[in-house]
């Protein structure tokens, strides 16, 4: 399972109003294959939106090792055109300490659920 609860200072350089935010997730195979696609609901002109949304995935214990779960942030701007604020990954995918931290103490968790804060990197630098 992964959850969404917030977002933080979210701007766009260039804009003084606050974007309109989404969150786009994707479980990725060992092989960088899409297994899974999902996405939070559009916050409106919100810089700390609040979503609260949580993700399901069908996914055995015996396939985490092999399994990336990318997280992206996205505004949508005007004409349907969408920019990526920043992503970071979890899993085999990720490359940051926290990441590698968080994801860890997930899979040795028993049923327990482990929150972290993530701090959105441009992409390619995390993915």
Known sequence: M???IK????????????????????????EGRSLFKSRTPTFTCNPNPMWKENFV????????????????????KAMKRRHLIGCFALGRGGLGEEEKS???????????????WHRLVAEGKNS
């Open 102 to 116: 968080h994801w860890q103490d997930m899979t040795e968790a028993r049923g327990e659920q482990i929150c972290r």
């Open 7 to 30: 977002g933080s200072a979210f701007r766009l350089a260039g804009s003084s109003r606050a974007p309109d935010t989404f969150v786009k997730l994707t479980v990725q195979s060992a």
């Open 57 to 76: 995935y069908p996914i055995n214990k015996s396939q985490l090792a092999g399994i990336t779960l990318k997280v992206g942030v996205w505004a949508k």
């Open 2 to 4: 992964a959850e969404v």
